[in-house]
């Protein structure tokens, strides 16, 4: 079992960054893709980023291109969203997320608990 642990979150202006942090205490993320989602209130869930496991390739979500950046950390114990320029459509609560591939056909099966962000002046 994969205990995923998010941080970051909080309240920003619009413009402003936040970077989330996600990471497994006692595990490693290693071997898992990470994705980053995040979910607004009566709207589905969507997938802003993905990281592969191998590699390390990444795949953003069209609305966040050019604005988040996911990373891993070298030690590969946390995955972070860098979240620039952020927009107040981007207010929600952001989960991370670990599986074996990015494939929209192959989800995620550990999941951690969210954090919330709000973009507002």
């Known amino acids: 079992q994969l205990r995923l642990v998010e941080s970051g979150g909080g309240l920003v202006q619009p413009g402003g960054s936040l970077r989330l942090s996600c990471s497994a205490p006692?595990?490693?993320?290693?071997?898992?893709?990470i994705g980053w989602f995040r979910q607004a209130p009566g709207k589905e869930r969507e997938r802003v980023s993905c990281i592969r496991s191998s590699g390390g390739s990444t795949t953003y979500a069209d609305s966040v291109t050019g604005r988040f950046t996911i990373s891993r950390d070298s030690t590969q114990s946390s995955v972070y969203l860098q979240m620039n320029s952020l927009k107040p459509e981007d207010t929600g609560d952001y989960f991370c997320?670990?599986?074996?591939?990015?494939?929209?056909?192959?989800?995620?099966?550990?999941w951690g608990q969210g954090t919330q962000v709000t973009v507002s002046s």
């Open positions: 006692g595990s490693t993320l290693e071997h898992f893709a």
């Open positions: 997320a670990a599986g074996r591939s990015c494939s929209d056909y192959d989800p995620p099966y550990y």
